[in-house]
């Protein structure tokens, strides 16, 4: 999977281009190093598999193990995704299970539901860590969120979650570009947030209504769409697309409508705003007029 750099290759290819970038990738090092050894929080997206390649290299196999959260909230095929990745890293990798939905203040999705998924996530992590005699749990948060609404971060500053690509200074942007020297394949991944991310804040969160995203979104994938989300509001679905795919969606109404209902849904929204990070704050009357049935 990934290509034959070492760490100091990609320095020097980042500093023919971006000195900046250089530093900051060189700055990620030497704070992965100085964990000595490292217990990853690892979905298999763009974020947490750079930091897991960055740890390779910085700590060593050895004092890295890579865990993952099982739960209705992560989707199959990013549950793949992030074993094929561990696998062709050589990255010891361990799943967990992790309960957040028998929490009644998750299941109910309040505004700060990813508070209360991190808290049950890092305290299983906490533990694995502890076991294995690792020296920091980390976390794959960048730069970038700390502009964002991310209520989750709260558990990880109550468990002492480390953000090594935050310390760093490293965006989304420049962890693609570092990922792609690397060639991993998650360097162009669209992002992955977990799938109660979906469903609007107040609406309980079920393994039935995950289930309905997951089916809706993997029919949508079966037909070649690519950046989007399916937003669950009850018995309709809110398609938000990226532009390519926004721009051909008016081509297939049947099909895309087809894949969708057969998940469950007897209603399809086709939101022409598209796909855009944060929608999920929004407050959904304002999107209402732009809105039209498929």
Same mark, same amino acid.
Not at 167 to 174: I, P, R, S, V
């Given at each position: ?76 095929? /990013?549950? $793949?995704? =992030?074993?094929?990745?561990? @696998? #062709?890293? *050589? &990255?010891?990798? !361990?799943? %967990? ?114 289930? /309905?995203? $997951?089916? =809706?979104?993997?029919?949508? @994938? #079966?037909? *070649? &769409?690519?950046? !989007?989300? %399916? ?64």
């Amino acid at each position: 999977m990934a290509s034959d750099f070492t760490a100091e290759q990609v320095i020097a290819v980042l500093q023919e281009g971006d000195r900046d970038l250089a530093a900051r990738f060189t700055l990620l090092l030497e704070v992965l190093r100085g964990c000595g050894s490292v217990c990853i929080g690892y979905s298999g997206g763009v974020d947490s598999v750079l930091l897991a390649q960055a740890a390779l290299l910085a700590c060593g196999p050895g004092r890295v193990l890579a865990v993952t959260g099982l739960s209705a909230s992560v989707s199959d095929a /990013q549950r $793949e995704l =992030a074993r094929d990745c561990a @696998r #062709r890293m *050589g &990255l010891p990798h !361990l799943e %967990v299970g992790t309960e957040e939905l028998s929490d009644p203040s998750y299941a109910a999705n309040p505004a700060d539901r990813c508070y209360f998924c991190k808290r049950e996530l890092w305290s299983r992590l906490a533990e694995v860590a502890a076991a294995r005699g690792l020296s920091w749990v980390l976390d794959g948060s960048n730069a970038d969120d700390v502009g964002d609404y991310r209520p989750g971060m709260r558990a990880a500053q109550e468990r002492a979650i480390r953000a090594p690509l935050l310390e760093a200074g490293l965006t989304k942007a420049d962890i693609r570009i570092i990922s792609r020297l690397f060639g991993l394949p998650t360097w162009d991944q669209p992002s992955a947030p977990c799938l109660a991310s979906r469903l609007p804040y107040g609406l309980a969160v079920t393994p039935e209504r995950l289930r /309905q995203v $997951e089916e =809706a979104e993997s029919a949508l @994938r #079966r037909l *070649g &769409l690519r950046d !989007l989300r %399916v937003r669950h509001h009850g018995d309709a679905a809110r398609l938000e697309l990226g532009p390519r795919d926004l721009a051909t969606a008016g081509d297939r109404p049947e099909a895309i409508a087809a894949g969708v209902r057969a998940a469950g849904f007897r209603r399809i929204l086709l939101d022409v705003e598209g796909y855009r990070r944060g929608a999920l704050n929004e407050s959904l009357t304002q999107l209402e007029p732009r809105r039209r049935d498929l």
